[in-house]
């Protein structure tokens, strides 16, 4: 089975700081997002990647930046953390058969 | 742009009677459709697909989802439903171009009482 392994259940930063979200991926996928979830609002895109060293926007990437150095790994940024951007976090990655795999999440608080 | 709309934010149903969870969408093309279940204080499983073929797509647990292409439709189906189906279901959906993203509705939560 693919295994997508958030590092962190839950998170509490302080406001202004800088937060890395890890995601692993241990299938050897080429495409890999972030979403975040909240209560009323679904799933939204935050940003996506199709390969090694691409990334591109998604819905609403303000706020945050990705890095993809290399494949089984896509990090999460948050430049400096505000309190709307608490929220629960999941990756996700995409096999060739339109097989999408999500990590358990990470449920950030920033206070 | 691609979208979903899941219109009741909660169902409500007695065990044994059926369920119905809806999901209308809005992408340009032949639409790529998923369902996944949200289980208290678990990720996100994946449910259920329709990619092309049969309109009918069963899953596990005895669902199933029609795909209708004239309604813009991919609603959830159970005929008797269960207190385990209690969960939070989300319907997505993507386009046939190559960015496959996934679109997710805001998720309509389950609950089936004994």
């Known amino acids: 089975d693919v295994k997508v392994t958030q590092s962190s259940r839950y998170l509490v930063k302080r406001t202004g700081e800088k937060v890395f979200l890890e995601c692993v991926q241990d299938?050897?996928?080429?495409?890999m997002f972030w979403y975040r979830q909240d209560p009323g609002l679904g799933l939204r895109l935050i940003y996506f990647?199709?390969?090694?060293?691409?990334?591109e926007k998604g819905d609403i990437p303000e706020g945050y930046s990705v890095s993809r150095e290399k494949k089984e790994r896509f990090s999460l940024i948050l430049e400096s953390a505000s309190t709307n951007q608490t929220s629960m976090y999941l990756c996700?990655?995409?096999?060739?058969?339109?097989?999408?795999?999500f990590g358990s999440g990470t449920r950030l608080t920033v206070v | 742009a691609q979208s979903v709309a899941q219109p009741e934010d909660q169902v409500n149903v007695a065990e044994g009677n059926p369920l119905t969870v809806k999901c209308t969408y809005s992408?340009?093309?032949?639409?790529?459709l998923f369902w996944y279940v949200q289980y208290p204080n678990r990720g996100l499983q994946f449910f259920l697909k329709?990619?092309?073929?049969?309109?009918l797509v069963k899953g596990s647990y005895g669902f199933e989802a029609e795909f209708n292409k004239s309604q813009t439709s991919f609603h959830l189906k159970k005929p008797s439903a269960l207190v385990s189906d209690s969960a939070l279901y989300f319907c997505?959906?993507?386009?046939?171009?190559?960015?496959?993203?996934?679109?997710f509705g805001a998720g309509t939560t389950v609950t089936v009482r004994a």
């Open positions: 996700a990655s995409r096999d060739s058969k339109d097989g999408y795999t």
């Open positions: 299938m050897d996928h080429e495409n």
């Open positions: 990647s199709y390969d090694v060293k691409m990334k």
């Open positions: 992408v340009s093309g032949n639409p790529y």
């Open positions: 329709y990619i092309t073929g049969d309109n």
């Open positions: 997505a959906v993507r386009g046939p171009t190559n960015d496959y993203k996934l679109s």
